[in-house]
């Protein structure tokens, strides 16, 4: 006979699992040894069934989908991606019918807008922004451009300009109608004009404007002039510099002042400041601290 183990501290005792049984549904049923003996009448101390591991009722058994619902929610799923395909490459609600141009004040928005090449009537999602931009950059007076969509039917392009900062006289071999060849400081031509516009420094080129583009001495000598003193800067007539370390200005009074090359340019600016109040007609500040006047 199997003993019943006693709880503690005075607890009944735990009933001890007893044969296994199946009933006529086929669950097993575990007989547990209450203490007291076998089985007895009603209320009596005997045997317990107890429902054991056994097969899942009807009820609880796993739905399995069902195939036609599988396939509806499918069909659903590509009819909207149809649809929304559509509506982008084929529908006449997302086309291009207006090009918006803003950022110009050199180029009229018209030739932006030709350079662009883009038709009406285009899918709006059909346009090329990467394409658009390099064809519109191909304009000499641009300097960079944006092209964004603007839902439901517009393109907007923002155009930056270059802007000039050095009058290049144009040679008479080059134009009989001479003049000034107005660049950037990638010396890039922006612009002609018949004089030099004031506050604009002259540069004399070499080999005349169309050398130019790419060079690093014009570079330098356009970065200086955003280094100096901004009174300084609008008062030089011109601007020389036979390499990117020896740029030279000449202001409009006479006075020449020999910066240097691009670095430094907080400590020259402060050494000029202090000798221009000796109104000399030289200042060399290309090596600060040991700066130069005459």
């Known amino acids: 006979m199997t003993e019943p183990r ?5 607890d009944p005792p735990e009933p001890v699992a007893g044969p296994e049984v199946a009933d ?3 669950r097993v049923l575990t007989r547990e040894a209450r203490p007291g003996g076998p089985a007895g009448p009603s209320g009596s101390a005997g045997p317990v069934m107890t429902p054991g591991p056994g097969p899942l009722a009807s009820g609880s058994l796993a739905r399995t989908p069902s195939p036609w619902r599988t396939a509806f929610g499918l069909l659903a799923v590509l009819g ?6 559509w509506a982008l490459f084929g529908s006449p609600l997302f086309v291009v019918r207006s090009i918006v141009v803003t950022g110009t004040h050199l180029v009229p928005a018209g030739q932006v807008r030709a350079a662009a090449d883009i038709p009406t009537g285009l899918p709006l999602i059909r346009v090329d922004t990467g394409a658009v931009t390099g064809r519109v950059e191909r304009i000499a007076q641009v300097k960079s ?3 964004a969509r603007s839902w439901p039917d517009r393109i907007v392009i923002t155009v930056h300009e270059r802007t000039p900062a050095l009058a290049v006289p144009v040679p008479a071999s080059v134009s009989a109608a001479g003049g000034y060849d107005l660049v950037d400081g990638a010396g890039v031509i922006v612009r002609w004009s018949r004089t030099r516009p004031a506050g604009m ?4 080129a070499a080999g005349g404007p169309a050398t130019l583009r790419g060079s690093a001495v014009v570079a330098a000598a356009v970065t200086v002039l955003h280094e100096v003193p901004r009174g300084i800067a609008r008062s030089a007539a011109a601007v020389s510099a036979p390499s990117p370390q020896a740029v030279t200005l000449r202001l409009a009074s006479g006075v020449t002042i ?6 430094h340019a907080s400590a020259k600016a402060r050494e000029l400041a202090i000798l221009m ?3 000399a007609r030289y200042y060399d500040v290309s090596a600060p601290g040991s700066a130069v006047t005459r």
Do not use: S
């Open 6 to 10: 006693t709880g503690r501290g005075g």
């Open 24 to 26: 006529d549904a086929g």
């Open 80 to 85: 909207l991606a149809a649809g929304v395909a």
């Open 145 to 147: 451009v944006q092209v």
């Open 201 to 204: 420094p002259a540069y004399q």
């Open 258 to 263: 020999v910066w240097g090359g691009t670095d």
């Open 277 to 279: 109040r000796t109104h």
